[in-house]
């Protein structure tokens, strides 16, 4: 089975501090992606990469950063926190590029911006 | 550009019951269609999808969906609901493959499924 594991379940920052999420793919998938989840606007995508060192911006790019040095690997950076990135974020794999493979998801982390 | 609408926010229905669960799609060319299920505290669990072929989709956990290329929509159903049923669901498209570059999965915005006993 795929596994996608999520560094934290729940993180709580501080205004202005700077957040790294990360997420590991055990399957050597190609594509990686972010997605933050909010109440009523469903699953948004932040930023994808579908190769090491490759990254393409998703549709709510502001505020984030990524990067991917390994495969396995694909991190999420708030570069400064703000309250409205309170929000549940997601990561997920699939094995190649274009491809009609079904999306495989982390647990999730639940971030609170105080 | 693509995209995804689910009418309800909540679906109630009792257990034993049929349950459907809407998603009406837009999306030019030929559609990619999914549907994930997520449990509270969860992330998303892939239930089906429908690429090509016969219109009724059977996925996991005794789920089905119908692809209606005219009404453009993929409705998910089960014929007899159970409490465990109860989470929330997403409706996900995106175009096949026939353009060039990729092509991001667009989600709705969720419907919550409440099951009761």
């Known amino acids: 089975d795929v596994k996608v594991t999520q560094s934290s379940r729940y993180l709580v920052k501080r205004t202005g501090e700077k957040v790294f999420l990360e997420c590991v793919q055990d399957?050597?998938?190609?594509?990686m992606f972010w997605y933050r989840q909010d109440p009523g606007l469903g699953l948004r995508l932040i930023y994808f990469?579908?190769?090491?060192?490759?990254?393409e911006k998703g549709d709510i790019p502001e505020g984030y950063s990524v990067s991917r040095e390994k495969k396995e690997r694909f991190s999420l950076i708030l570069e400064s926190a703000s309250t409205n990135q309170t929000s549940m974020y997601l990561c997920?794999?699939?094995?190649?590029?274009?491809?009609?493979?079904?999306?495989?998801f982390g647990p999730g982390t639940r971030l609170l911006v105080l | 550009a693509q995209s995804v609408a689910q009418p309800e926010d909540q679906v109630n229905v009792a257990e034993g019951n049929p349950l459907t669960v809407k998603c009406t799609y837009s999306?030019?060319?030929?559609?990619?269609l999914f549907w994930y299920v997520q449990y509270p505290n969860r992330g998303l669990q892939f239930l089906l999808k429908?690429?090509?072929?016969?219109?009724l989709v059977k996925g996991s956990y005794g789920f089905e969906a119908e692809f209606n290329k005219s009404q453009t929509s993929f409705h998910l159903k089960k014929p007899s609901a159970l409490v465990s049923d109860s989470a929330l669901y997403f409706c996900?498209?995106?175009?096949?493959?026939?353009?060039?570059?990729?092509?991001?999965?667009?989600f709705g915005t969720g419907t919550r499924l409440l099951v009761s006993p």
């Open positions: 997920a794999s699939t094995r190649l590029r274009g491809g009609v493979e079904t999306q495989y």
């Open positions: 399957m050597d998938h190609e594509n």
């Open positions: 990469s579908y190769d090491v060192k490759m990254k």
């Open positions: 999306v030019s060319g030929n559609p990619y």
């Open positions: 429908y690429i090509t072929g016969d219109n």
């Open positions: 996900a498209v995106r175009p096949s493959p026939e353009n060039t570059g990729f092509q991001k999965l667009v």
